[in-house]
């Protein structure tokens, strides 16, 4: 091997030279020179150990460095590493099968894509065929990927760069975002109505007839974890069956395991139409995704063609990957386990609101969570404004760090910061992430009036 090409300093600067890092300017960049990784850790090329408390981009749900996902991945790549989406294999075939067995309701077929972006794109797709109309409501804050459709879809501002020539017919309506309800809510249940209410009368708005979707994560994730009210989920259902929209649930970030249900949905006792996955699916080993639907939505194409493809749907290698990590989610019971250790999370952050008084509010499901941090717990005014310029980020970039001179990656973003460490992590590391954050948030209380 070029010794050149492994040199700790020219990785970086051959990466910086030759490659485009996502969503961020790319001048002045400092990318952590990753190795290898164990568990809950990064280790960089000069022996400093990172604790990953965001399991890198709420991805890798059963900890990093797993011997069963390279088994399985060697076992399939000695008997077959590729074959076209048209070939039936045999680990298509289990893997479907069991996604049949533990998706909630009636959903019973996967047409498999390579990411979550892609999941959704195609959900987007196949909602348009099977309904014949055009619209699709989605929430603005939200995120459902960066392909052009699924951005469109989301109303994160990182689509604000081609707002000026969006994918056609997408609507958002505001959120249940009963810590700053923009109905001014008394009670998380009533914000929850007004919100389903304001969803309603987007509906009718924008003619029942011409809606083919509505599109919801299955839990709130980059977007700050936004709870939804208990009611929420079941009025939306109602509203789709009403007016004959289907029900799209995004569960690339909630999915397999990571709010203490298999997927998000489930708190919320609501059968979607279409189910959208990636992520925990392979716990980020391999790239796959899915979009799951019903036998009623599949049975439109029984004597038609499926308006979808990939070349590289049903990837034998990546199905291979995808099994052998629901097999660790369930032989590790790691599912409840990221309900039980998301409780004892609550229970010490709401301690360190007694230490902070930045801190205005915790979101939290199993282990996806985010702080909101404030300058004011009366005003709410954050400690950086959303969707905020360069020049409003100092807090922001003095945090985010802190956090990695500290020993830690997390998802540091304006005014939250994010914990989602994998569903294996210990309780051990649970407390060192959270003394880690608790000393970037004292950055934080100095911007307090």
């Not at 397999?256 to 980020?284: I, N, Q, W, Y």
């Amino acid at each position: 091997m070029n010794t050149e090409a492994t040199n700790p300093g020219q990785i970086v600067k051959d990466c910086l030279a030759h490659s485009l890092f996502s969503w961020t300017k790319q001048g002045g960049l400092n990318p952590i020179n990753a190795e290898r990784a164990e568990g809950s850790y990064i280790f960089d090329r000069d022996g400093k150990r990172y604790l990953d408390f965001s399991s890198q981009l709420m991805n890798v749900n059963i900890g990093h460095g797993h011997p069963q996902i390279k088994e399985a991945v060697m076992e399939q790549m000695d008997q077959l590493s590729y074959v076209y989406p048209g070939m039936a294999t045999q680990a298509r075939a289990a893997l479907s099968r069991k996604l049949a067995e533990i998706s909630p309701g009636k959903l019973s077929k996967t047409f498999f894509a390579l990411g979550g972006a892609e999941a959704v794109e195609n959900s987007i797709k196949l909602a348009r065929a099977v309904t014949g109309r055009n619209k699709i409501i989605s929430l603005y804050r939200s995120y459902h990927g960066a392909t052009y459709g699924a951005m469109s879809a989301g109303g994160d501002p990182r689509r604000f760069g081609m707002d000026a020539n969006p994918v056609p017919n997408h609507v958002h309506v505001e959120n249940p975002y009963f810590y700053r309800c923009p109905w001014n809510s008394t009670s998380l249940e009533d914000c929850g109505k007004n919100a389903a209410a304001a969803l309603e009368r987007i509906v009718k708005f924008e003619n029942p007839a011409n809606v083919a979707a509505v599109l919801l994560e299955g839990e709130s994730g980059s977007s700050g974890c936004i709870k939804y009210p208990p009611n929420y989920w079941p009025l939306v259902r109602e509203i789709c069956d009403q007016h004959g929209i289907l029900l799209i649930d995004d569960e690339v970030m909630s999915g397999f395991g990571r709010t203490g249900k298999m997927f998000a949905v489930e708190h919320h006792g609501v059968e979607p139409d279409m189910m959208c996955m990636a992520k925990g699916l392979t716990s980020g080993y391999l790239p796959l995704g899915g979009l799951m639907v019903t036998d009623e939505i599949a049975d439109q194409f029984t004597d038609q063609a499926l308006p979808l493809g990939l070349t590289y749907s049903a990837h034998p290698v990546c199905c291979a990957a995808a099994l052998a990590t629901i097999e660790i989610y369930e032989q590790d019971g790691l599912v409840e386990a990221a309900a039980e250790m998301g409780k004892y999370i609550e229970q010490q952050v709401e301690g360190l609101k007694q230490k902070h008084p930045s801190i205005g509010d915790f979101r939290n499901t199993g282990l996806l969570g985010c702080i909101e941090l404030v300058k004011n717990r009366e005003t709410r005014e954050p400690v950086t404004p959303w969707n905020a310029q360069p020049c409003e980020m100092e807090a922001t970039t003095r945090m985010a760090a802190k956090i990695r001179e500290l020993g830690m990656f997390t998802f540091v973003r304006w005014n939250w910061i994010f914990v989602a460490p994998p569903l294996n992590v210990t309780r051990e590391e649970v407390d060192q992430g959270l003394d880690i954050i608790s000393q970037a948030i004292s950055i934080a209380d100095q911007y307090c009036v």
